[in-house]
């Protein structure tokens, strides 16, 4: 007796799911196109959020910015979910074996006095601005309507969160982990002169109504400045005053900003491209806005690296803008 074996190839009926085929065509799709593209849901809704009776779920009028899509708007990195968690998970391991290698070696704690002082007086605070970004980015978040822009801000208010708490972990490195440099950091927030205008600032983008605007502030204009400022001249600065070894507990900080740069000058050239009303109306909150992130960081960048150090994060910024057709004020006022 004799056996033929036969193989059979099955076509299949369709290669990826409805909506992803409608606007990509039927054809197999990325993991990136399948969790990011046409999510939310638009009809059928049962009643206006309560919250705010004058808009309805996933509303684009939530923002004066109009797009003809906003899927248009997309994260150059790729990053959903699973992916996001596997970049991340990289990046804080050797985030924890730098932490690990000084607490281990009492780097922190050998430093004088006087330097840790600086250390929780000029870079700590800074945790009280990072969990304010990880509020205003979870609100874009929340008030976005397309789920590439809204998963790009969810992940960096987490990221942002965890940035807090690595300064946090440098505080309590230097206390002992008893929670006294918390509370000196702290102090500092609420009562030093140098921090006011940094605190008045982030105070007032919490309220910001229009999320794209919030956006452009957050995540543009006052990370634009403060990150090039805090993690590279202010990080020098510190390596003068002895405090070398605190630059391996902040490269997450410069590899994050770094990366980070890649959506957020994606998503302003996007949005400035797709019209002059748009562009008029982001030119307009940048002559409102930088202004006062570039004074709220000046006491800080003269108790330390010097306003030559703000005025060249301020060139940097001006370079990023004026690639999306936009300008920067340059106001030193």
Known sequence: MSIEIKTNSVEPIRHTYGHIARRFGDKPATRYQEASYDIEAKTNFHYRPQWDSEHTLNDPTRTAIRMEDWYAVTDPRQFYYGAYVGNRAKMQEAAETSFGFCEKRNLLTRLPQETQKQLLR????????ELGANMNNSKIAGDATATTVS???????????????Y???????IDGSTGAGLDESKGYWMDDELWQPMRKLVEDSLVIDDWFELTLVQNILMDGLMYPLVYDKIDTWFESQGAEDVSMLTEFMRDWYKESLRW?????????????????????????WEPQAYNALKPLAQASAGIDALDEARAELATRLKKCGLQSQGVSA
């Not at 300064?167 to 490195?173: D, E, F």
């Open 122 to 129: 000029l870079l700590v605070p800074l945790r009280h601005v």
């Open 151 to 165: 998963q790009m801000h969810i992940y960096t208010g987490m990221d942002r969160l965890g940035i807090g708490q």
């Open 167 to 173: 300064l946090s972990r440098i505080a309590l490195m």
């Open 264 to 288: 957020t000058n994606a998503m302003l050239k996007v949005v400035a491209g797709e019209s002059d009303d748009n562009r008029e109306l982001l030119q307009k909150w940048i002559d409102h």
